[in-house]
């Protein structure tokens, strides 16, 4: 068996070739039927000639529906006049199902009914070329973590404490208790670095959202990386040198994909290290003169981020929040505890909030008087107030959210065609 790509590589030119895959689409012109195949690695057109085939062969491609499955068996040759470049001269064909109508069809259609279909859109050109570059965006965040002395360690999807807040915890009952549904494995994290210094986890991660918005998921995954004695300047190195990887690699593997999308690659090709710096202080005083004015003390909307996502053609860091509005475990500036040695980092183009990350505290008084102040139940929190009487150090670590990275990189504009099933407030099907 072949692949596509190998033919569209120029690997099997004048070779016999069998492929298994699905048809795209059908036109016939003359005594000769043009399928586009597809079988995962690409399409390619392929020709069957009334006059060179059996007679059952061309009578089985005329009753091809869109989507039927197939094996064909034929020459693979380059051809100026192909769509790609090259085609195969099909001499035998199976078909293994002769699919129903497809209800997806080649003219346009509304969202709602795009994603009620979703587990038949995936098939399209455009779902293919987002999948593929997701994969691209996750191979590059494990390989740079793997190779940079990092040890993964999974947190647990269910759990028994809010890392984020009470108010988007999913509950689920768990025997005669309650669990949660994960919101962040930050915590957990913070226990492996203790035994290996440098770990992350990656995993699906869980948020009652309940507003309706184009940047957020109920389900969505996420890489935590947390590193023992690094401060809040390291953090932002790593990140730095982790996003900018993440974008070199899907610059270098998966240009096709992104010139399926159209996407314009000079402000990828822009995104290295270091990257511009803003205050959240700053940030308050530049929106002074905007219709987005606010109060310092509140905490940014997407408005907010928009504007300063727009301002550099790198990401951005928000830098040092304030405290009151950030996570009880983030440290406070020692120069300044109103606000969090803490960052979050915007995407350019508009696009904003890609990671959320902080220097933690590492104090025991101190934790556990921002567990008291935050009102938080101290029981759920025994063991991570542990990690704080055993060799506690400082150390930093943050979240990025994988679609918001490739909602971002391949420019889209909802971020539901990020995940391949997305999960929002008002979806569950498929
Ligand atoms: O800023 P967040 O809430 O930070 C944390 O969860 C920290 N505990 C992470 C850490 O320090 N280990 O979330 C981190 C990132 C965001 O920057 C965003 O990319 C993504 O997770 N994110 C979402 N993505 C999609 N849908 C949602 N509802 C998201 N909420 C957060
Ligand atoms: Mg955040």
Redesign the pocket.
Same mark, same amino acid.
């Given at each position: 068996m072949a692949n596509i790509s190998d033919i569209l590589d120029g690997k099997m030119d004048g070779k016999e070739v069998e492929i298994k895959g699905w048809l795209v689409n059908k036109r016939s012109s003359g005594g000769v039927q043009f399928l586009m195949i597809r079988d995962g690695t690409g399409v390619i057109q392929s020709t069957v000639h009334k006059d060179k085939v059996e007679k059952n062969v061309f009578d089985d491609t005329d009753k091809l529906t869109q989507e039927s499955s197939l094996i064909i068996k034929g020459i693979a040759n380059e051809d100026k006049r192909a769509p790609d470049g090259y085609e195969i001269k099909i001499k035998d064909l199976k078909v293994v199902q002769l699919a129903e109508e497809f209800p997806i069809g080649k003219k346009e259609h509304g969202i709602e009914f795009l994603m009620e279909w979703r587990h038949l859109w995936l098939r399209s050109p455009r779902q293919i070329a987002i999948m593929k570059i997701r994969a691209e965006v996750i191979k590059a965040c494990r390989d740079f973590m793997d190779d940079n002395g990092f040890t993964l360690t999974d947190s647990p999807i269910l759990s028994g404490s809010a890392? !984020?807040g009470t108010s988007?915890l999913f509950e689920t009952p768990y025997f005669s208790k309650k669990a949660y549904l994960t @919101? #962040? /494995? @930050?915590l957990y *994290?913070e226990a492996t670095i203790a035994a290996l210094k440098k770990v992350y986890c990656f995993g699906p991660?869980f $948020?009652a %959202?309940k507003s309706k918005t184009t $940047?957020?998921?109920?389900e969505?995954w +996420?890489i &935590?990386p !947390?590193v023992a004695f690094a401060d809040f300047e390291d953090n932002l190195k790593l990140q730095e040198d982790l996003v900018s990887y993440i974008v070199k690699k899907v610059l270098e593997k998966r240009k096709r994909e992104l010139g399926v999308l159209g996407r314009d690659i000079k402000p990828l090709q822009e995104v290295e290290p270091p990257f511009p710096r803003v205050t959240y202080t700053e940030v308050i005083e530049m929106l002074e003169k905007t219709k987005f004015k606010l109060e310092w003390g509140n905490d940014l909307g997407a408005p907010h981020e928009r504007f300063v996502s727009l301002k550099n053609d790198k990401p951005t860091f928000i830098t040092k929040y304030p405290t009151k509005i950030k996570?009880f475990y983030m440290q406070p500036d020692p120069k300044n505890p109103d606000v969090a040695l803490c960052a979050?980092?915007m995407a350019p183009e508009g696009y904003g &909030?890609?990671?959320? /990350? #902080?220097q933690r505290i590492h104090d025991l008084k101190l934790l556990e008087q921002r567990i008291k102040e935050c009102e938080l139940p101290k029981k759920a929190y025994e063991w991570y107030l542990d990690l704080r009487k055993y060799g506690t150090v400082p150390h930093s /670590?943050?979240? +990025?959210?994988v %679609? $918001? *990275?490739v909602l971002w990189i391949c420019k889209l504009k909802h971020?539901r065609e990020c995940i391949p099933f997305p999960r929002t407030i008002t979806r569950l099907y498929p």
């Amino acid at each position: 068996m072949a692949n596509i790509s190998d033919i569209l590589d120029g690997k099997m030119d004048g070779k016999e070739v069998e492929i298994k895959g699905w048809l795209v689409n059908k036109r016939s012109s003359g005594g000769v039927q043009f399928l586009m195949i597809r079988d995962g690695t690409g399409v390619i057109q392929s020709t069957v000639h009334k006059d060179k085939v059996e007679k059952n062969v061309f009578d089985d491609t005329d009753k091809l529906t869109q989507e039927s499955s197939l094996i064909i068996k034929g020459i693979a040759n380059e051809d100026k006049r192909a769509p790609d470049g090259y085609e195969i001269k099909i001499k035998d064909l199976k078909v293994v199902q002769l699919a129903e109508e497809f209800p997806i069809g080649k003219k346009e259609h509304g969202i709602e009914f795009l994603m009620e279909w979703r587990h038949l859109w995936l098939r399209s050109p455009r779902q293919i070329a987002i999948m593929k570059i997701r994969a691209e965006v996750i191979k590059a965040c494990r390989d740079f973590m793997d190779d940079n002395g990092f040890t993964l360690t999974d947190s647990p999807i269910l759990s028994g404490s809010a890392c !984020e807040g009470t108010s988007t915890l999913f509950e689920t009952p768990y025997f005669s208790k309650k669990a949660y549904l994960t @919101q #962040s /494995g @930050q915590l957990y *994290v913070e226990a492996t670095i203790a035994a290996l210094k440098k770990v992350y986890c990656f995993g699906p991660t869980f $948020r009652a %959202e309940k507003s309706k918005t184009t $940047r957020h998921l109920t389900e969505f995954w +996420m890489i &935590e990386p !947390e590193v023992a004695f690094a401060d809040f300047e390291d953090n932002l190195k790593l990140q730095e040198d982790l996003v900018s990887y993440i974008v070199k690699k899907v610059l270098e593997k998966r240009k096709r994909e992104l010139g399926v999308l159209g996407r314009d690659i000079k402000p990828l090709q822009e995104v290295e290290p270091p990257f511009p710096r803003v205050t959240y202080t700053e940030v308050i005083e530049m929106l002074e003169k905007t219709k987005f004015k606010l109060e310092w003390g509140n905490d940014l909307g997407a408005p907010h981020e928009r504007f300063v996502s727009l301002k550099n053609d790198k990401p951005t860091f928000i830098t040092k929040y304030p405290t009151k509005i950030k996570a009880f475990y983030m440290q406070p500036d020692p120069k300044n505890p109103d606000v969090a040695l803490c960052a979050d980092l915007m995407a350019p183009e508009g696009y904003g &909030e890609i990671i959320g /990350g #902080s220097q933690r505290i590492h104090d025991l008084k101190l934790l556990e008087q921002r567990i008291k102040e935050c009102e938080l139940p101290k029981k759920a929190y025994e063991w991570y107030l542990d990690l704080r009487k055993y060799g506690t150090v400082p150390h930093s /670590g943050f979240g +990025m959210g994988v %679609e $918001r *990275v490739v909602l971002w990189i391949c420019k889209l504009k909802h971020i539901r065609e990020c995940i391949p099933f997305p999960r929002t407030i008002t979806r569950l099907y498929p």
